[in-house]
């Protein structure tokens, strides 16, 4: 049995709930297609999951509708047929979408016996294998969501995630209890904060000083579910930031991401660690990325970048990715001339990183080459056609530790909203002057990834991300 969840950004979602509520206490109806991201194994369950990703919202034409009311609504079947043509041809999956203004919080009996001939004409359409998926808003504003295969099995979606400037997730079944762990953080923020977390697989790309700090700090704000990933091992140089480290770890050569996965283990606040050795864009990580419901970007890896700021557009996972600047000044003046952090999130349909700047595309193909052909970048390097490793950047543990919370803090506040302002998707501290401020960007007109929508929900695609060489 295959676990499914269902994925929208904020816009998709007030869009088809304009439709649905567009006449007051009358159900309504609506279309919406949708991309599949299918994971092999999900790295915590070991199964398989399919997440369906929303594509686009269809309005029932008018001339389909036949009637509605507070406790029913039909059309006829003629636009369903040419969206199933439509999702045939361009590998969609097609869902009907509906709301109860009065009630009840569940699919109806009528929704059941509707639902089962829509999946049987879509199979007839389209084949046997076709799926068909059901949203449900209700009134109190919850969403559920449900999908039929042939020949009338359905399936809950364990989740329906809402993401934007709030992360919103609708589960079918009520939470579990919340350990007195946690206690004094209910009393900040409520329960509702700690049944999200817990439920939330979180990834974090870089176990360095400020992914160790943000793999520890997750994980005791009520993250169970977590990924850390790293390609690096410690040594001595980073004893000082790494969180867990010790001399031994880096006498024994012991991954980053190992050590990071050991002491969130010995915390026993039950949560669940995956440790991965590698780099973000290496084939064996995909599966366990696209398993994740939230990235936290930890690496200052160019190419690594890239690479994450194309798969939150592709599959709507949100990426907060962070980053620490430490500038010593030139001589003759002494002291520092910067320190400074920045925390970004990545979601449409916000202005990607290749557009803030954040990223650097020369270094970024020369940290490609130095992995895939390190003969190659050495000669390259030789001749002066890459610019090579350079001097390491300064770095002091309470600043990257305190990136690592402004980058937690974000992901709270993405779903309680304790801010009494919005700070928009990027928020920058300047630590020299004890300031900070909320920046902004917009997208160059000739960006692929933010500025056309061609990729947005995506999800599966050959090559992975289309990304060729």
Request: net charge neutral.
């Amino acid at each position: 049995m295959t676990n499914f969840d269902l994925v929208f950004i904020e816009q998709q979602e007030a869009e088809l709930r304009g439709l649905l509520y567009e006449t007051k206490g009358v159900e309504g109806a609506a279309y919406v297609l949708l991309r599949e991201c299918k994971i092999a194994s999900d790295p915590w369950e070991r199964r398989s999951r399919t997440k369906f990703v929303v594509r686009e919202i269809v309005p029932i034409a008018a001339e389909h509708r036949v009637s509605s009311s507070g406790q029913h609504v039909t059309w006829d079947t003629g636009g369903f047929v040419a969206l199933l043509q439509r999702c045939q041809r361009e590998e969609l999956i097609l869902a009907i979408a509906h709301c109860h203004p009065h009630g009840p919080r569940d699919f109806s009996e009528q929704d059941d016996r509707n639902e089962a001939e829509l999946l049987r004409t879509a199979c007839n359409r389209n084949g046997p294998g076709t799926k068909l998926v059901s949203i449900l808003f209700y009134d109190d504003g919850g969403i559920r969501a449900r999908v039929w295969q042939y020949p009338k099995h359905k399936e809950d979606c364990k989740s329906v995630a809402v993401l934007g400037e709030r992360f919103r997730f609708h589960f079918p079944t009520a939470p579990s209890p919340t350990s007195e762990v946690f206690a004094r953080q209910v009393l900040a923020f409520g329960p509702s904060l700690m049944s999200q977390l817990k439920a939330l697989r979180v990834g974090i790309i870089g176990a360095g000083g400020t992914g160790s700090a943000t793999a520890m700090l997750a994980a005791r704000a009520g993250a169970a579910q977590i990924l850390v990933v790293d390609d690096d091992i410690v040594e001595p140089t980073n004893l000082n930031r790494l969180h867990g480290a010790t001399q031994s770890d880096a006498d024994a050569m012991m991954s980053k991401a190992d050590v990071a996965a050991r002491e969130i283990a010995r915390m026993g606040l039950g949560a669940r660690v995956v440790p991965l050795k590698g780099w973000a864009n290496a084939p064996h990580v995909q599966d366990a990325l696209k398993s994740c419901d939230i990235i936290f970007c930890c690496t200052d890896d160019n190419s690594g970048r890239i690479f994450l700021n194309r798969l939150a557009y592709f599959y709507f996972i949100p990426v907060i990715d962070m980053g620490l600047a430490m500038a010593v000044a030139k001589p003759p003046a002494v002291g520092m001339a910067d320190i400074s952090a920045r925390v970004t999130t990545i979601l449409p349909p916000e202005t990607c990183l290749l557009c803030r700047d954040a990223v650097d595309t020369d270094l970024a193909r020369e940290e490609d080459l130095r992995r895939r052909n390190p003969t190659e970048y050495d000669r390259q390097k030789r001749e002066a056609y890459v610019r090579g490793e350079g001097n390491p950047n300064p770095a002091v543990v309470t600043f990257t530790t305190e990136v690592a919370c402004m980058a937690v803090n974000e992901l709270l506040n993405r779903v309680v909203g304790y801010r009494k302002r919005e700070l928009g998707s990027e928020h920058r501290r300047r630590f020299l002057f004890c300031e900070d401020r909320a920046t902004s960007a917009s997208p160059r007109n000739s960006c692929p990834i933010c500025a056309d929508k061609l990729y947005w929900g995506m999800a599966d695609a050959e090559p992975f991300l289309d990304l060729v060489g």
